[in-house]
């Protein structure tokens, strides 16, 4: 059975986390994927291709893409390389205190350059990416003409 892990599963958007593939076969050639839907329902996608290594495990942070969104060992590279599905789009948090990103980390068989609504990936995971941490509180400032927030650590 393929299990695909994030590492840990919830965590601040700057934190590197370690995404991880088991239960491969060895040098199974196999397609990682991240997706997220933004707060207007907009799509943004990241790909990379990878071979599996000896004992059927992929590790973006030790193993080299072999191509997709990029290419190379990058262990963040699924989630800085996401892509807008409608051109000029930019993925844009407004809500960062009530709600995290879901980016959705799945696994399919060979190379998939695009993915059949149809297809069953291999296996899948969550990773939630929060903007604020726990305990943080937001003031607003409104002096003058000038608009921002203010961010308070617990």
């Given at each position: 059975m393929v299990e695909v892990t994030v590492t840990p599963q919830s965590s601040l958007a700057d934190r590197p986390v370690q995404i991880r593939v088991q239960g491969l076969s060895p040098s199974q050639l196999v397609t990682l994927r991240a997706w997220l839907k933004d707060e207007q329902g907009e799509c943004f996608q990241s790909r990379a291709f990878f071979r599996a290594d000896g004992v059927g495990e992929v590790d973006p942070g030790f193993h080299a893409a072999l191509g997709g969104s990029y290419s190379g060992v990058w262990p963040m590279g699924l989630f800085w390389f996401l892509q807008p599905d409608t051109l000029f789009r930019?993925?844009?948090k407004?809500?960062?205190a009530g709600s995290p990103f879901c980016v959705r980390l799945e696994v399919?068989?060979?190379l998939s350059?695009?993915?059949?609504?149809?297809e069953q990936p291999l296996g899948s995971?969550?990773?939630?990416?929060?903007?604020v941490g726990p305990g943080v509180q937001r003031v607003p400032i409104r002096e003058?003409?000038?608009r921002g927030a203010l961010f308070l650590p617990p």
């Open positions: 930019r993925l844009v407004r809500d960062v399919f068989d060979g350059l695009d993915t059949d609504p149809q995971c969550e990773a939630e990416r929060w903007y003058g003409r000038v």
